[in-house]
């Protein structure tokens, strides 16, 4: 796991919640920047996700409870987004925005217990 980018994706999750948020609190919908933002986010979390897949693979040593526990933090990581954009996108208004900006500060969340994991479980 690139430590490196788990710190860009916790940022750019945060960064992007609070941009969800202060559109929420001038009563904006999701825009299409919002959901570019989304991807981008998405695509961030895929990168890393298969970097750690394969340094799982590549360097055994952790507890199989430790790998299990890495890779259903990864796999929520990968849906905590498109479960909150269908959220979102199913409700056209500011509480749009809203669910979008929780989505995003639970990705952070996400990032930061993962990459403490790793960290913990590290041979």
């Known amino acids: 796991m690139i430590v490196l980018l788990a710190w860009v994706l916790g940022v750019a999750g945060l960064a992007w919640a609070l941009w969800c948020a202060v559109s929420a609190a001038v009563d904006q919908a999701p825009t299409y920047p919002h959901r570019l933002g989304l991807v981008v986010l998405e695509v961030l979390a895929l990168v890393q996700a298969v970097i750690a897949v394969v340094l799982l693979v590549v360097s055994p040593g952790r507890a199989a409870g430790a790998v299990a526990e890495i890779v259903g933090y ?28 929780i989505a995003g500060v639970t990705y952070a969340v996400l990032v930061l217990r993962t990459t403490q994991v790793w960290d913990v479980t590290g041979v």
């Open 74 to 101: 990864l796999i929520a990581l990968l849906v905590v987004l498109p479960i909150g954009a269908a959220l979102a996108y199913g409700e056209r208004n500011r509480y749009g925005s809203v669910v979008l900006a």
